[in-house]
């Protein structure tokens, strides 16, 4: 039998094991001892973000968490802290409550049951079969971004993914392609295949182990698929956040509540647009600030709004005292405590620090 007729012969997902075989990824950081809480970690940072960039946030993640248990006694703040920088700080705020619940209903070990891993915070349908497949080789269908692009082309799916009913149907083509041996393999197989081969922008269709079956290149409409979400114009919002200095230099930084934008996180005292800065901080933090000055905007956005956020520089009066609390602190720009920041914020520390610097 030829090359050409054994690969005719081979299913769908005997195809892509024989590819992950020779060019599938097996040494990441989460494959070297799997275990249900590594891999679930990973699959959490993974989530809208590039193996690439995950990768030194894992390392560090894993060595201040080794284990379930300490990631559940840890304080969120240290959670949020080694997160700064990933965004989608919901991840983590739900890492930590699922860990919580597993040292306390689990008796610290992962469930095994994907019922049970479904009802766990922050964790749907694809991220618990993902673990389950991945770290106890579990027979579960994944249904994540790269595996839908490979379904949708494979089979030319039409219309949006996010849909409910094109969801379902490549939901149903997922649990049809899993095999029942191998899962393991073949669940990172498909995931290997939708990140390094089968990707949004010029996919190595040449090097596909699926491509002679391919239905979107068989059409010559790969780039069609799959389709892209609608298009709808985000809102803009606008801020100032006040960045005040006391006489050591020391920043103040507010907690912003649990729940919510930048949930637990550390950001700059926030001043509404439309009042002045001086009666502001007189009126709300009791302090007496220097001529304020303004610094260029900058814009943040989230999945539904713009921020547009005006940053503004002033130093307190020495008479004036805002007193440290359970939701401010003095941040200390030349030895910062680990606090969870939020991303501009942390963008207008780095400049605030070279700026003293200079």
Known sequence: MSYNEFMDNMTFSDRLLAWFDDHGRK??????????????????????TQVATVIP?????????PDVLALADAPLDEVLHLWTGLGYYARARNL???????????RGEFPCDIAAVQTL????????????ALASGQRHAILDGNVKRVLTRFHAIDGWPGRTEVEQRLWALAERHTPAQHVANYTQAIMDLGATLCTRASPGCGRCPLSEDCAARRQDRVAD????????TLPVRDTVMLMLRNASGEVLLVQRPPEGLWGGLWIFPEC???????QWCERRLACHISPPEIWSALRHTFSHFHLDITPVHARMDTASAVMEGANAVWYNLASPPALGLAAPVQRLLLQLKEESRA
């Open 96 to 106: 930590h409550r699922a860990a919580r619940v597993i040292r306390d209903e689990y």
């Open 121 to 132: 915070p922050g964790i749907g349908r694809s991220t618990a079969a993902a673990v389950l």
């Open 57 to 65: 946030y894992y390392q560090r993640f894993m060595e201040h968490f």
């Open 225 to 232: 698929f799959p389709a892209s979400k609608p298009r709808k």
């Open 272 to 278: 509404p647009v439309d009042e002045d800065v001086g």
């Open 27 to 48: 040494d990441l950081p989460w494959q070297r001892h799997a275990s249900p809480y590594r891999v679930w970690v990973s699959e959490v940072m993974l989530q809208q």
